[in-house]
């Protein structure tokens, strides 16, 4: 049978990236970060957009490149349509009606949240796929979302954050004890070396399967300053045991979610992606969910839980495979739903 080419292209926040898949294969997987950012401590969407502009030409060139095939062997552009920031929503669109208009093939919108689950489908050897229906956690610095999947397209949200991501409590937390952005990779390596239970941070009460993690932050701003007054050196002297101490609150935050959703739904397959899926003390905790409750748990690649287009791309191939076109007049939508 004939070999199906899709270009995936994603832009909704602060990664410019193009991806080449052939069947479900990633041939090329490419990320430009923009480190511009991190002197800022989080993502400027005005330099974000100028940067997408900069970068994407010369990222699909080298997807493109790296896949070795020519445009002209594309079956279809699929694109980030939403949600994220909208001026860089706005570049990827922008670009992947024009590629698709010039090649005169398909254009596929992708909804960014969706494709952080569908990541599970890209085809890899050796990766178990999760069988439907399956619940998916994706936990990064813009989303922390509980989703039932029932099919590729047939998704229910059951939780999600009322107030700021996962990622971003690590990422402020972080702020607050002078760590470098994004915060969350420092915080998992120092955590390990402390005493998760040094310093006790109160669980937010929120109903159902929602989150909340402002509160935390501010928990931890209160307890830092106040600690500070009696010892200057505080932060200093305790990183270790702070960082654990969050990181342990955290987990605990997610896993509970995840324990009632679980009951909830009697589904016990439970796939995460997103940054923050990096983070050791979630996998560790999503592995020992597997002996004490009977999961089963799915684990991407690293690189296809962060932000990256080959997600982008494995959802144009399933959109592709159903005939599911976009119209060319189509416009990007920075609070798209699932
Ligand atoms: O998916 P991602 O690359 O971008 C989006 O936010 O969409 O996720 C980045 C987030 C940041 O907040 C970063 O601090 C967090 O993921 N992160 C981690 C770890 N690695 C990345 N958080 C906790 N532990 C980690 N090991
Ligand atoms: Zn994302």
């Known amino acids: 049978s004939e070999n199906i080419y899709i270009l995936g292209?994603?832009?909704?926040?602060?990664?410019?990236?193009?991806?080449?898949?052939?069947?479900?294969?990633?041939?090329?997987?490419?990320?430009?970060?923009?480190?511009?950012?991190?002197?800022?401590?989080?993502?400027?969407?005005?330099?974000?957009?100028?940067?997408?502009?900069?970068?994407i030409v010369p990222v699909v060139d080298q997807a493109l490149k790296k896949a070795n095939i020519?445009?002209?062997?594309?079956?279809?552009?699929a694109f980030t349509r939403g949600p994220g920031l909208l001026?860089?929503?706005?570049?990827?669109?922008?670009?992947?009606?024009?590629?698709?208009?010039?090649?005169?093939?398909?254009?596929?919108?992708?909804?960014?949240?969706q494709a952080h689950i569908l990541a599970h489908f890209i085809e890899e050897e050796g990766y178990n796929k999760p069988p439907f229906p399956f619940l998916a956690m994706t936990i990064s610095g813009g989303h922390t979302q509980i989703v039932k999947v029932s099919n590729y397209f047939?998704?229910?949200?059951?939780?999600?954050?009322?107030?700021?991501?996962?990622?971003?409590?690590?990422?402020?937390?972080?702020?607050?004890?002078?760590?470098?952005?994004?915060?969350?990779?420092?915080?998992?390596?120092?955590?390990?070396?402390?005493?998760?239970?040094?310093?006790?941070?109160?669980?937010p009460k929120v109903d159902g399967l929602n989150f909340s993690f402002s509160g935390l932050k501010t928990a931890i701003l209160y307890f830092v300053q106040n600690e500070t007054?009696?010892?200057?050196n505080f932060i200093e002297d305790n990183i270790n045991d702070i960082c654990a101490s969050?990181?342990?609150?955290?987990?605990?935050?997610?896993?509970?979610?995840?324990?009632?959703?679980?009951?909830?739904?009697?589904?016990?397959?439970?796939a995460?992606?997103?940054?923050?899926s990096a983070n050791s003390g979630?996998?560790?905790?999503?592995?020992?969910?597997?002996?004490?409750?009977?999961?089963?748990?799915?684990?991407?690649?690293?690189?296809?839980?962060t932000d990256n287009a080959a997600m982008i791309a494995i959802v144009g191939y399933l959109k592709y495979l159903n005939n599911d076109f976009s119209e060319n007049k189509i416009t990007a939508s920075a609070r798209l739903k699932i």
Not at 246 to 270: E, F, M, N, S, W
Not at 272 to 276: D, E, N, Q, S, Y
Not at 290 to 297: D, P, S
């Open 9 to 55: 292209i994603e832009s909704s926040c602060d990664d410019t990236a193009a991806s080449v898949i052939c069947n479900g294969k990633v041939l090329s997987n490419v990320v430009a970060n923009q480190k511009i950012h991190e002197a800022y401590g989080g993502v400027v969407p005005e330099l974000a957009s100028r940067a997408h502009q900069q970068n």
């Open 70 to 77: 020519s445009k002209n062997e594309l079956h279809a552009v």
């Open 87 to 113: 001026g860089s929503l706005l570049v990827g669109t922008s670009f992947a009606k024009s590629l698709a208009f010039g090649l005169q093939i398909p254009l596929i919108e992708v909804n960014h949240m």
């Open 154 to 203: 047939d998704m229910d949200v059951i939780g999600e954050t009322i107030d700021d991501a996962v990622g971003e409590a690590y990422d402020k937390s972080g702020k607050i004890l002078g760590l470098g952005y994004p915060a969350g990779p420092e915080i998992d390596k120092l955590a390990k070396l402390g005493n998760p239970k040094a310093f006790k941070f109160t669980k």
């Open 229 to 232: 007054k009696n010892n200057p």
């Open 246 to 270: 969050i990181q342990y609150t955290i987990i605990g935050i997610l896993i509970d979610k995840l324990k009632i959703a679980v009951k909830q739904t009697g589904i016990k397959h439970i």
């Open 272 to 276: 995460i992606g997103g940054g923050v």
């Open 282 to 305: 979630i996998r560790q905790a999503l592995k020992d969910g597997e002996n004490k409750f009977g999961w089963t748990t799915y684990v991407p690649k690293f690189e296809y839980t």
